[in-house]
């Protein structure tokens, strides 16, 4: 449904994305993750025909971004990271006037209206004055604008930014049920939601893509990884050239209060670790196993150069 091949995009002198090659079958939800500045928006953007790609092409339901920009338009809703909304009007006259820019025909543009409040949960408000909204509120009207054609794409930057968790839970909801009949892309720099809402995930990174799968396969892809945390008394730097002779360690950090000790999955170094801690006299407080999580596949995957695991914008 969706087929971006090698788009690059530059502003200038920066490369905001670089050779990024995705696809999206049909039915999908597709997370698109990545931390500030990665190139999500960017990206999407292309998707939904706002601005064009420096180079390389982008397929959306078969149409060609750039050269089919209306056929594609038609077939998408699409959530921009800052809504297009118009804050003097009320939420009703907002979704007539857009419902009136995608073509829905006059006798239906009611029921379409009420089904995208419904679907947004946002029927109560739809009287109110979109500028006396609610951040959380405008960014469902927002959804309801995207929502309102019944489109077969639906291409969302990030679709639960300004809700309070509640909303988060049903906004989430929301999206899983579009699922099957709809196509979704969304982007995201939270990892929960990309565990609870997507089937596959895409990380990007710097402009690049640094990962693509589904959200099981890339959890089991790096679980050759395993990691053990230690609290105890005594010289940090001592435990860590302690903890860091022992065989099968690859890595030992200190922060916290705790140390964690990643070494191959293999080799269980729990009793070594005990051991070495009790010969050289350090007080051992805990020692537990942690599996890898999502959050720190992520980590390991966007590293900074100084390789400290910090994201940067
Ligand atoms: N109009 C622009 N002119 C110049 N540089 C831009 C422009 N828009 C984006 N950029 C740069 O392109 C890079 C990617 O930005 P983009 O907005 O796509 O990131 P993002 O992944 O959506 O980030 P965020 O999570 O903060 O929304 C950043 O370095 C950004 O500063
Ligand atoms: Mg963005």
């Not at 502003?11 to 939800?29: L, N, R, T």
């Not at 006396?132 to 959804?143: A, D």
Request: with cysteine; aromatic share 4%; proline share 4%.
């Amino acid at each position: 449904m969706i087929e971006v091949q090698n788009v690059s995009k530059s502003y200038g002198p920066v490369h905001a994305v670089k050779d990024v090659s995705f696809s999206v079958q049909k039915g999908e939800i597709l997370g698109f993750l990545g931390p500030n500045g990665a190139g999500k928006t960017t990206t999407m953007r292309i998707l939904a025909c706002f601005m064009p790609a420096t180079s390389g092409t982008a397929k959306v339901a078969g149409y060609d971004v750039f050269d089919q920009a209306m056929d594609v338009k038609k077939r998408i809703g699409y959530l921009p990271e800052n809504p297009p909304l118009y804050m003097e009007q009320t939420v009703r006259d907002y979704l007539r006037f857009v419902a009136g820019i995608k073509g829905i025909s006059a006798n239906l543009v009611q029921q379409k209206i009420d089904r995208a409040l419904e679907l947004t949960s946002t029927t109560e408000v739809s009287q109110r004055i979109i500028g006396k909204l609610s951040k959380g509120f405008r960014q469902r009207i927002g959804l309801a604008q995207a929502l309102i054609h019944e489109p077969e794409i639906l291409i969302l930057d990030e679709p639960t930014v300004g809700l309070d968790p509640a909303q988060i839970i049903e906004v989430r909801e929301l999206i899983k049920n579009l699922a099957g009949d709809h196509t979704i892309i969304l982007s995201t720099h939270i990892l929960p939601e990309v565990e609870q809402t997507c089937d596959r995930v895409v990380i990007i990174n710097k402009g690049q893509v640094v990962a693509e799968d589904t959200t099981a396969g890339l959890t089991h892809k790096l679980q050759g990884v395993s990691s053990v945390r230690i609290e105890a008394v005594g010289d940090p730097e001592a435990i860590k050239v302690v903890l860091g002779s022992i065989q099968g360690v690859a890595k030992v950090t200190h922060t916290a209060g705790a140390y964690m000790v990643e070494s191959m999955a293999e080799k269980d170094v729990r009793g070594e670790l005990a051991r070495a801690m009790v010969k050289n006299d350090f007080t051992l407080l805990s020692l537990q196993s942690v599996g890898m999580n999502l959050e720190e596949i992520f980590l390991q995957l966007v590293k900074t150069e100084n390789g400290d695991g910090r994201i940067e914008a």
